[in-house]
Structures are given as structure tokens and as C-alpha cells.
């Protein structure tokens, strides 16, 4: 009896803790297919170092239960942090970007069809670390296609596929 009573009194805080520290993501409300109704380009840094648009995106997509107490918005492993709306696309793509804190420089946007053929090139050179309104493209003469999105900044190269059609 009193081998079973220690035993209980070693483990249960065990198990507990993993119940009272500070869990970073709850699995549970992982969902890659919640629809976030808060247009806002706010981009928040997670406590785990992944930079999301929002903050209803890092808790109801990622699953991340606070944001980084060491950063602000965007994480500075990632340089900067992107976001291209709607896609597909019509006529005219709003693109948001931002830099993390102290990482400011110019970045090139870049548009390439699925032959690898550069359609349109933009010089970026007002981005800054804080949250500014969207730079609006106008696709009035592109095909109908996909297309790929690259934009370089800092030494740093992301891609993203969009669809343009027409009605």
C-alpha cells in the first residue's frame, strides 16, 4: 500500500505538468480548413517562431495558443512575411508584405507562368516592419492560368502559386 501510494505521488506530477505548463499548440484546434473572417493583414509571430497573417489564423489554423513574448509580428527567423488575396484572381491581386523588426531592404516580386516565362517584375522598395496597405496589381492582359509568385528579400526566396480567370 504505501509502495503504491509513492509511486502515485512521484508520477501524477509527471503527468500533470504536461496538463499545467505552458503548452504552445493544442493539437486539438488544429484545422488547415477554418475560415477566418478577419481580412486584417496583422502578422503575428507564434511561440513556435512561425509567422501567421493574423492572430485568428496562428490560434484557429496553426493551433497556437499565444504569440511569441520575444517578438512582434513578424519572426525574425523568417526575415519577412508575405500574403497574396484573392486568389484565384480576377483582375487586380492585393499583396502585403512586411519585414521583421531591423530587417528592412528593397525585394523584388516577381510573376512567372507555368513555362517559367518572367510575365511582370516589381521593384518593392517601401516595405517596411510595420503593417502598410496592400500594393494592388492589375491583371487586365494575363491569360488565364497559373502563375507563380516569387518575391526575394534580404537574401530570402518565397514562392506562392495563384490562379487568374476570367469570367
Known amino acids: 500500500m504505501i509502495r503504491t501510494i509513492l509511486f502515485l505521488m512521484i508520477t ?4 500533470a505538468k504536461a496538463q499545467i505548463g505552458n503548452i504552445c499548440i493544442d493539437s486539438n484546434r488544429i484545422n488547415p480548413y477554418y475560415q477566418c473572417n478577419d481580412p486584417n493583414f ?12 493574423n492572430g485568428c489564423e496562428m490560434t484557429h489554423i496553426g493551433g ?4 511569441s513574448q520575444y517578438e512582434n509580428g513578424v519572426c525574425r527567423s523568417e526575415i519577412y512575411y508575405y500574403s497574396i488575396s484573392p486568389n484565384p ?10 519585414f521583421a523588426e531591423q530587417q528592412e531592404s528593397t525585394a523584388t ?5 507555368v513555362f ?7 521593384l518593392l522598395n517601401n516595405i517596411t516592419s510595420y503593417p502598410q496597405p496592400p500594393t494592388s496589381i492589375y491583371f487586365t ?8 509568385l516569387v518575391v526575394q528579400a534580404g537574401g530570402v526566396s518565397k514562392r506562392t502559386k495563384f490562379i487568374k480567370h476570367t469570367l
Not at 497556437?64 to 504569440?67: F, G, I, K, L, R
Not at 484572381?89 to 512586411?98: A, E, G, I, N, R
Not at 517559367?116 to 516589381?122: H, Q
Open 12 to 15: 501524477i506530477p509527471l503527468f
Open 42 to 53: 496583422d502578422p503575428t509571430c507564434g511561440c513556435n517562431n512561425v509567422t501567421y497573417r
Open 64 to 67: 497556437v495558443n499565444y504569440p
Open 89 to 98: 484572381v480576377l483582375t487586380k491581386l492585393d499583396f502585403h508584405m512586411q
Open 109 to 113: 516580386l516577381q510573376i512567372f507562368n
Open 116 to 122: 517559367g516565362n518572367l510575365v511582370f517584375s516589381r
Open 141 to 148: 492582359d494575363l491569360e488565364t492560368g497559373v502563375y507563380t
